[in-house]
């Protein structure tokens, strides 16, 4: 792959977003490596948490506006663009977005399918997409379920970027840090997922995926197999066995 790098290594994959000179724009051949990426995590099970960062100073700007212009980018490549995107929002990892810099249009839908946002004081958040009489992608599904409605809408129809803290106030990301300590930050977090049983955070990723989809009955079904499952569970037994531990 040219346009993305990952490199895995025991429990955490490493995903570099690599146009630089572009602010990591997209182009196809990112988009079919975007969807490459996907196929090798799911090649790598063990991979248990997935970081996704951009290189130089852009998480990513979206689309290669260039590309587009010149015809060279089409429905067929936002299409793929949006199936690598559903595969990591369904995976059975966690994902964290660590947001470097500026984070648009497909950059941030890119981002909203993570499972948690860590950005640097200085990122620029956006949905740009109506300038270019576009419109973004499945981020008209998954920003209002996260944000709300009203402020949803403000960031799809006027196509104005916000300030990490404005997106932090927003609910848009979970954790705005100063530049300078987003390394630190982002080790510290990806320790705190992996001290996690892996079990109970497959299911609970799964059903808090589906709260907004299922009618309450079927949701607790659901929610009460996979409960079963977590009881009956080597890592539930190791769990209890370790606070048991404690107390003696």
Partial sequence: MRTIRLQIDGPVARVTLDRPHVLNAGNREWVADLNEVVARLTAAPAARVVVITGAGRAFSTGVDLTALAAGNFGLEDFVAWEDAMVAIERMDRLFIASINGHCL?????????????????????????????????????????????????????????????QAEHHGLVNRVVPSAEL?????????????????????????SARAFDLELDAFRAEMEAAFEACLASDEHRQAMEAIRARRR
């Fill in 105 to 165: 249009g497909g950059g941030l839908q890119l981002a909203l399918v993570c499972d948690y946002r860590l950005a640097s004081e200085d990122a620029l958040l956006g949905l740009p997409a109506v300038k270019e009489c576009l419109i973004p992608s499945c981020a008209l599904h998954r920003l209002p379920r996260l944000i709300g409605a009203a402020r949803a809408r403000e960031l799809i129809l006027l196509g104005e970027p916000i300030s990490a803290r």
């Fill in 183 to 207: 390394p630190r930050a982002l080790d510290a977090l990806v320790e705190r997922f992996l001290a996690l049983p892996p079990a109970s955070v497959r299911a609970a990723k799964r059903l």
